[in-house]
């Protein structure tokens, strides 16, 4: 695997220092998220760097820098772009072998740690504390700043945002939509399974229903009829909203697997229900290949 030279005072910090400028996670930790349960290791997919260029890099942000996992072809660039925006888990080995089947299909994909300020999630062993504590503490607003820095980093190292494209997963799947609304050059989205809609506090002024009739670029939903989180009157109402919406908010659409249930693309989890997230994976890389490359 290879990992771009880096020699700024942050790299040098254990994960968990905190910084001057008030940074706990300094550089990603290796391994699955402790907080998501036992590894299901027959079908947790494993994707090599083979002809790839993946690793860490820090992106600065106005406050310092944050670490990411970038993954994109070895020798190319002005490559189309995606961010991926992680789980309530943070950026652990998944969402890096994620950035990794990207980069197969071509795009230089880069997944930032969102919650670097809050706390880090690799240290958790129950969820419940992990959303109090960290989670339930980051700003939509520092996210899409991170989010801004990560594009503008990747514009200067090989990244073409004149073709950007944003997946995410639960909590990320959540962001797509907001970002999709947010940045005039994403062209794509595909949010898996990310929530719609919702109470707002200081915090999370908006949800994805409030700025659905105004995203940038189209966004694919995929979605699991099972998710008792996500109900099917919250996918009627954002439909609803995108019906009535500009021309990208009219051309985005939703594919709901009847019997997944939420997280069925984490293939290191029992969530992961192979058939749906086989064909969600191939209706993503489509939408993008559509979006961005043609």
Known sequence: MSRLPDTHFDSLLPPLAMTRRGFI?????????????PVVAQTA????????????????????????????PEGKTVLPVILVVQEIFGVHDYIKDVCRRLAKQG??????????RQGDPSRYTEISRLLSEVVGKVPDEQVIGDLDATAAWV??????TERLGITGFCWGGRIVWLYAAHNPKVKAGVAWY????????????????????ELHGPVL????????????????AMKQVLAKGNE??????????????????????????ADAAKDGWTRAVQWFDKALKE
Do not use: C, W
């Open 45 to 72: 997919i494993k994707t090599d760097t083979k002809g790839l260029v993946a690793g860490e890099v820090k992106i600065p942000v106005k406050d310092g820098s944050i670490p990411a996992y970038r993954a994109a």
């Open 25 to 37: 996670v300094t550089s990603l930790a290796g391994g699955f998220a402790i907080a998501a349960g």
């Open 248 to 273: 990208a908010s009219k051309a985005s659409t939703f594919v709901v697997y009847p019997e997944a249930g939420h997280a069925f693309h984490a293939d290191y989890r029992p969530s992961y229900k």
């Open 155 to 160: 514009a200067k190292n090989g990244g073409n």
């Open 107 to 116: 795009y230089m994909a880069i997944a930032p740690e969102l919650y670097s």
């Open 194 to 213: 990310g929530k719609l809609v919702g109470d707002t506090d200081a915090l999370h002024p908006t949800q994805p229903t409030d700025v659905a009739a």
């Open 221 to 236: 939903g995929l979605y699991g009829g099972k998710d008792a989180g996500i109900t099917q009157d919250s996918i009627d």
